[in-house]
Every structure is written in C-alpha cells, then in structure tokens.
C-alpha cells in the first residue's frame, strides 16, 4: 500500500524558491561558524537560551550544539521532503492538473519555516554569545515569543489564503 495517492509531478523551483534555499543554507552556514567561533571561548555552563519559566538558569555549553545539530536536521529533513512533495497529506484532493500549483505552494510554505527555523536558531546561538560578552543572562523573554511568530505567521498565512481560495470556489 502507498504512502499517498498523490501524483508524482515533477516541480519546477521558482528563482525566488532558489533564494530561499539559498538563504537557508547561508543562514546554516552563519549558524556553524558563529557556534565554532565562540564554542571554545565559552564557559562550561551558560544561560539557559530558552527558559519558560523566567528564572536565571544555566546549562552546560552544548545545549548550543545539541540546538544546532536539531535545527540542522529539521532543515535537511524538509530540504528532502521538499523533493518528494507527493508524500505530504494536503488539505484539497490532488489532481495531475491542480498538482504543480499545490505542490509549488506548499513546498514555498515549507521553505519559508525552514529559514524562520534558521534564523531563530542563530538568533539563540548569537544571544548567549552576546549575553556572555555583556554579561548579561537575560535572554528569553522575547526569544520565545520570537519563536513562535517565525512559525505560527507562515501557518496564518496560508491558512487565511486557503479559506479565502475555498470561499472564491464556493
């Protein structure tokens, strides 16, 4: 039995698709040379990068790396989904017809999470960085809150352009 019963349509990458993924990938790369760079400068313990409980706390150093190593492959693990695209479940019935732009859409969507993820995984590394050089251990306040807007606008976002699609069609 198959995954999906999804088309196998091959998919076209957008230029603005291709600056996507290359920002990623330079964000990841920024992301590694900012951990290499400071992870020796770094003491055995640091402030704890997200803490929902607005306390000051402390983890060992490779909290950094264990956030890099999972950011890195979420970002590698939807890079390889994205050229698979008819594995995914879609909320509309897909079509060989409708399949280019459903594929195209979400696979745009799924790229803009991937460099939201990126971006708040530098973010955390150059914060501890920057909170040590200052000496300053509170961080995470907005760094949650940040979090969640880099993933839940692309959700709205497609969400709002969804319901607006099947109302035109209704």
């Known amino acids: 039995m198959a995954l999906s019963n999804n088309p196998k349509v091959a998919i076209v990458k957008t230029s603005f ?5 290359g920002l990623v990938v330079v964000s990841y790369i920024f992301l590694w040379g900012i951990l ?3 992870y020796g400068e770094l003491p055995k313990h640091i402030p704890t990068p997200i803490n929902v409980f607005n306390t000051d706390s402390y983890n060992h150093k490779n ?3 264990l956030i890099t190593v999972i950011s890195t492959l979420l970002a590698a693990g939807i890079f390889y989904l994205n050229s698979k ?3 995914y479940s879609y ?3 897909v079509t060989h017809k409708n399949a280019p732009k459903v594929y195209g859409g979400f696979t745009k969507f799924t790229r803009f999470l991937t460099l939201g993820l990126s971006l708040v995984s530098s973010a955390m590394i150059i914060r501890v960085v920057n ?3 200052y000496k300053n251990s509170s961080l ?3 760094m949650i809150v ?5 993933i839940m606008i692309p959700v709205i976002f497609l969400s709002i352009k969804s319901y607006l699609k099947t109302k035109k069609t209704m």
């Open 63 to 65: 909290i950094l790396v």
């Open 140 to 142: 995470n306040n907005w």
């Open 91 to 93: 909320p509309v019935t």
């Open 85 to 87: 695209p008819y594995l």
């Open 131 to 133: 909170s040590l050089n």
């Open 36 to 38: 290499f760079r400071y």
């Open 146 to 150: 940040v979090f969640i807007l880099v």
């Open 17 to 21: 698709d291709k600056v996507l993924e």
